[in-house]
């Protein structure tokens, strides 16, 4: 039994910490700021120019103006402020953002990231993910483990093109949390999903792990 894309979400909320600043990146990493556990200070900072946001609005609270950077609409806090992208990626290029949770297309062994272009398909934009991958302190990955053909997404080497090398920490899927204590060295199993073995995950996963 996998986790579903909100357990994944959870799961990754446990990584934040009190004081830290947040950048979450579009699709699944958004769901983490409906997680956040109470008592827990987090700043969520956004792209296209906004720190500290809340969690999604319920219907009635719904403003069209008050978007995040994959254009979602989001809720504002007391302390929320506003400013340019520029100032937006001054602040991740800067090295003031503590944790960055994005999605991925492909994660390699030695913490490659690829997740900003499939060759041959319509791009809009590379977006932020590479100035976050270079500035920010820790980068976690949530994503599937494997495609809808059912190729691993762990792999030895990234096929598609890099947002990074050697940039992420964490990778939370929907069947575990593998994780490498420092750069250059080799990601550990930290956790399983429920249900799943190691057996099973080895079968799933191109690339090496240490268990």
Request: charged share 20%; glycine share 10%; with cysteine.
């Amino acid at each position: 039994m996998a986790w579903n894309r909100d357990e994944q979400a959870a799961r990754a909320a446990r990584e934040l910490q009190d004081g830290f600043y947040v950048n979450l990146g579009i699709g699944m990493p958004t769901l983490v700021a409906n997680h956040i556990a109470p008592g827990i200070d987090i700043t969520l900072q956004s792209e296209n120019g906004m720190l500290g946001m809340g969690p999604f609005p319920h219907e009635d609270e719904i403003d069209a103006d008050l978007i995040n950077a994959g254009k979602q609409t989001i809720t504002e806090l007391r302390r929320s402020s506003y400013f340019s992208s520029a100032d937006s990626f001054a602040m991740i290029r800067g090295g003031h953002i503590d944790l960055s949770i994005l999605g991925a297309m492909e994660v390699a062994e030695n913490g490659d990231l690829a997740n900003w272009m499939i060759p041959g398909k319509m791009v809009k934009g590379m977006g932020g993910a590479m100035d976050l991958v270079a500035g920010v302190k820790k980068i976690i990955v949530l994503m599937e483990h494997n495609s809808k053909s059912g190729e691993a997404k762990f792999k030895t080497a990234c096929t598609l093109p890099l947002t990074g090398k050697a940039v992420v920490d964490m990778v939370i899927s929907d069947l575990c949390v593998l994780a490498r204590p420092a750069k250059g060295e080799a990601f550990r199993l930290v956790e399983l999903a429920p249900g799943v073995t190691v057996e099973e995950l080895r079968a799933k996963t191109e690339g090496a792990f240490v268990a």
